[in-house]
């Protein structure tokens, strides 16, 4: 049995001390899930603004702070922890490995990413939300035209952004050094594939906007001069330091979700992924290049005619790979045993939505065109096809993928394809019309439109589209309602799939692998069942296993930066250091006492596995 001196928590305190990756992944999909609907929701408010000309809902400074919120909640709080959710999830499934390198930093990294969460969405209780646009642009956000709303975000994305980026350290070291005997590089799963290029982004980006906000900080808090032109600061700075990071930040966000659509269509096609090294390859070049495009962005800022040229034929070039994947992914259907399940009916609407998202990127990417395009409803359109139309396709893809290897349930795929339809056909409704909009004029951040402009129909349209993807979204939540109250009934392998995450129980088991498995080729699960056997063929005889303790002080830590934000934000910096305090202290303790873990014994593993 375990050893007695390890302390087994249970119930609220099982999951603020746990460093278990799969109970983890569950709290990034809660916490990235309720931030979510908190974005659906104040796009939903935009939009019944913007849903007949002149109305006057929430105009100025409210619409200025919802706008702000939705983009920023999107991103940084709900996107990036969905994917860090299935990261999670998968990862030390998919390579063998019994968890992630750090369990505690894993810990950590999420609690860190939902105390910057919290943080900025207490904005609105105290005095109003960030009012300066999600990219938070100087010298808006400057001291001199915001209030303390811009402080809420400066602060709530450092907190958040050490999360994520200590988070990408850890999959890169798991990935590096804890992949199962056999599992060469060349035979991971796809999705480990774009986690790994995901997390090296990370660990290049993240840095970029760390600077950008500390600065801003500086300007904001301690009367710095980066970007106060009258003390010979510089706004343009400002959008170099944001789109260095920002425009990585969509391949962040979009690799996962390559490496989701991936596995699905593989699994669904009965094929084997057509062209996998090629897309390995593709992979790598498009994280790569991601960082050779961010000033298209800035085409209009006047970087002069030498630079748009050379950022124009970068940005084009990067649509190279991504092509690549497109026509792997519909030659992997072709002529596969194709079974619409609703997690492939999503791979199957994100291929042509993304196509056309990708296209109307490589029109902006035109610098005479995108000086025309700039700023209007066109961009906006552009970049919901490429992160709703492909980064939250595949979230639900992969949800309804991975849900029983995560709930050991099924979701009720009549409820999955009635969200499918209603979601796939609002979202059409709501963007397509956008791309109209933005050529005719209409531009982006505004609150209102006068009648007669033309821009009435598409406004409304876009409205009811909007309203069909939350009647969508509460369908899905009904389906997580509905299975939730279900006892765990699904199989190991429901789906007949490829990798080495369906060789092990469903839910996975607290050790993941019983005996590490040995890995004998690209899709090694499918490859043992091709040769008759019912599971993976152990590179290890049974033996203890050891696992890592429970930790509280991830929790504490990260409340003490929480404490420490506030201290800035209200230039009262005693409450800064005793917050700072707070986290030296957990991180000496963490120090200074070793976690020596426990063992799970053979006997246990084999009560476990007589029980299952």
Same mark, same amino acid.
């Given at each position: 049995?375990?050893?007695?001196?390890?302390k087994?928590?249970?119930?609220?305190?099982?999951?603020?001390?746990?460093?278990?990756?799969?109970?983890?992944?569950?709290?990034?999909?809660?916490?990235?899930?309720?931030?979510?609907?908190l974005?659906?929701?104040?796009?939903?408010?935009?939009?019944?603004?913007?849903?007949?000309?002149?109305?006057?809902l929430?105009?100025?400074?409210?619409?200025?702070?919802?706008? $702000?919120?939705?983009?920023?909640?999107?991103?940084?709080?709900?996107?990036?922890?969905?994917?860090?959710?299935?990261m999670?999830?998968?990862?030390?499934?998919?390579?063998?490995?019994?968890?992630?390198?750090?369990?505690?930093?894993?810990?950590?990294?999420?609690?860190?990413f939902?105390?910057?969460?919290?943080?900025?969405?207490?904005s609105?209780?105290?005095?109003g939300?960030?009012?300066?646009g999600?990219?938070?642009?100087?010298?808006?956000?400057?001291?001199a035209?915001?209030?303390?709303?811009?402080?809420?975000?400066?602060?709530?994305?450092?907190?958040?952004?050490?999360?994520?980026?200590?988070?990408?350290?850890?999959?890169l070291?798991?990935?590096?050094?804890?992949?199962?005997?056999?599992?060469?590089?060349?035979?991971?799963p796809?999705?480990?594939? $774009?986690?790994?290029? $995901?997390?090296?982004?990370?660990?290049f980006?993240?840095?970029?906007?760390?600077?950008?906000?500390?600065?801003?900080?500086?300007?904001?808090?301690?009367?710095?001069?980066?970007?106060?032109?009258?003390?010979?600061?510089n706004?343009?700075?400002?959008?170099?330091?944001?789109?260095?990071?920002?425009h990585p930040e969509?391949y962040?966000?979009?690799?996962?979700a390559?490496g989701?659509i991936s596995?699905?269509?593989?699994?669904?096609?009965?094929?084997?992924?057509?062209?996998?090294?090629?897309?390995v390859?593709?992979?790598?070049?498009?994280g790569?290049?991601?960082?050779?495009?961010?000033?298209?962005h800035m085409?209009?800022?006047?970087?002069?005619?030498?630079?748009?040229?050379?950022?124009?034929?970068?940005?084009?070039?990067?649509?190279?790979?991504?092509?690549v994947?497109?026509?792997?992914?519909?030659?992997?259907?072709?002529?596969?045993?194709?079974?619409?399940?609703?997690?492939?009916?999503?791979?199957?609407?994100?291929?042509?939505?993304?196509?056309?998202?990708?296209?109307?990127?490589?029109?902006?990417?035109?610098?005479?065109a995108?000086?025309?395009?700039?700023?209007?409803?066109?961009?906006?359109?552009h970049?919901?096809?490429?992160?709703?139309g492909?980064?939250i396709?595949?979230?639900?893809?992969?949800?309804?993928?991975?849900w029983?290897?995560?709930?050991?349930?099924?979701?009720?795929?009549g409820?999955?394809?009635?969200?499918?339809?209603?979601?796939?056909?609002?979202?059409?409704?709501c963007?397509?019309?956008?791309?109209?909009?933005?050529?005719?004029?209409?531009?982006?951040?505004?609150?209102?439109?006068?009648?007669?402009?033309?821009?009435?129909?598409?406004?409304?349209l876009?409205?009811?589209?909007?309203?069909?993807m939350?009647v969508?979204?509460?369908?899905?939540?009904?389906n997580?309602?509905?299975?939730?109250?279900?006892?765990?009934?699904?199989a190991?392998?429901?789906?007949?799939?490829?990798?080495?995450?369906?060789?092990?129980?469903?839910?996975?088991?607290?050790?993941?692998?019983k005996?590490?498995?040995?890995?004998?080729?690209?899709d090694?699960?499918?490859?043992?069942?091709?040769?008759g056997?019912?599971?993976?063929?152990p590179?290890?005889?049974?033996?203890?296993?050891?696992?890592?303790?429970?930790?509280?002080?991830p929790?504490?830590?990260?409340?003490?930066?929480f404490?420490?934000g506030?201290?800035?934000?209200?230039?009262t910096?005693v409450?800064?250091i005793?917050?700072?305090?707070? $986290?030296?202290?957990?991180?000496?303790l963490?120090?200074v006492?070793?976690?020596?873990?426990?063992?799970?014994?053979?006997e246990?593993?084999?009560?476990k596995?007589?029980?299952?």
């Open positions: 049995m375990a050893h007695a001196h390890v087994r928590y249970s119930g609220i305190m099982d999951w603020l001390t746990t460093v278990d990756h799969k109970k983890i992944a569950i709290l990034y999909f809660t916490a990235g899930g309720f931030f979510f609907l974005g659906g929701l104040e796009a939903l408010l935009i939009r019944l603004q913007l849903m007949y000309p002149d109305q006057h929430f105009v100025g400074d409210t619409y200025n702070q919802i706008l $702000t919120m939705h983009g920023t909640t999107m991103i940084f709080l709900a996107a990036m922890p969905l994917l860090f959710g299935f999670n999830a998968v990862v030390p499934l998919q390579i063998g490995a019994r968890d992630v390198a750090f369990p505690f930093v894993n810990s950590l990294g999420f609690w860190l939902f105390a910057g969460g919290v943080l900025m969405n207490t609105w209780f105290l005095g939300a960030p009012d300066a999600w990219t938070g642009y100087a010298p808006l956000s400057t001291d035209y915001t209030g303390r709303g811009t402080d809420f975000y400066v602060l709530g994305l450092q907190i958040a952004g050490i999360g994520t980026l200590i988070g990408g350290i850890n999959f070291v798991t990935i590096v050094n804890m992949r199962a005997p056999g599992m060469t590089f060349m035979r991971m796809l999705f480990t594939w $774009t986690s790994f290029i $995901t997390s090296t982004i990370i660990l980006a993240f840095p970029a906007i760390t600077v950008g906000l500390v600065e801003l900080m500086f300007d904001r808090i301690f009367n710095g001069n980066f970007f106060e032109v009258s003390k010979g600061g706004v343009v700075l400002w959008q170099h330091l944001f789109w260095i990071f920002g969509v962040i966000l979009i690799l996962p390559f989701i596995e699905v269509v593989s699994t669904f096609s009965k094929k084997r992924l057509f062209g996998y090294s090629s897309m390859f593709a992979t790598i070049l498009i790569f290049l991601s960082f050779m495009v961010w000033a298209h085409f209009t800022v006047g970087m002069g005619p030498v630079a748009n040229a050379i950022f124009g034929i970068a940005t084009m070039t990067i649509a190279v790979p991504t092509g994947k497109i026509f792997n992914w519909l030659f992997t259907l072709w002529g596969g045993q194709i079974r619409f399940t609703t997690a492939n009916l999503w791979a199957i609407g994100f291929i042509p939505t993304f196509v056309i998202g990708g296209m109307t990127g490589v029109m902006l990417a035109v610098p005479p995108d000086y025309q395009y700039h700023d209007s409803y066109f961009v906006i359109a970049f919901h096809y490429v992160i709703v492909g980064l396709f595949s979230v639900f893809a992969g949800l309804y993928y991975w029983p290897k995560m709930f050991g349930r099924l979701l009720n795929e409820l999955g394809k009635l969200h499918f339809w209603t979601f796939f056909i609002g979202f059409h409704l963007f397509f019309p956008q791309h109209f909009l933005g050529l005719m004029g209409m531009p982006r951040r505004y609150f209102t439109f006068m009648p007669g402009e033309g821009l009435d129909e598409g406004n409304f876009s409205t009811i589209g909007a309203l069909l939350g969508g979204t509460i369908v899905l939540l009904v997580i309602v509905a299975t939730s109250v279900k006892k765990p009934h699904a190991a392998d429901p789906w007949d799939a490829r990798t080495l995450e369906w060789s092990i129980p469903s839910p996975a088991p607290e050790y993941n692998f005996q590490t498995p040995l890995v004998r080729g690209l090694a699960f499918w490859k043992e069942k091709m040769a056997n019912k599971e993976m063929t590179a290890e005889p049974l033996g203890p296993i050891h696992m890592p303790s429970p930790s509280i002080l929790f504490i830590m990260s409340i003490g930066l404490i420490a506030y201290g800035f934000m209200y230039r910096f409450v800064s005793i917050g700072i305090g707070i $986290t030296l202290i957990c991180m000496l963490r120090s006492f070793d976690d020596h873990g426990f063992h799970i014994e053979v246990e593993l084999q009560d596995g007589a029980k299952a």
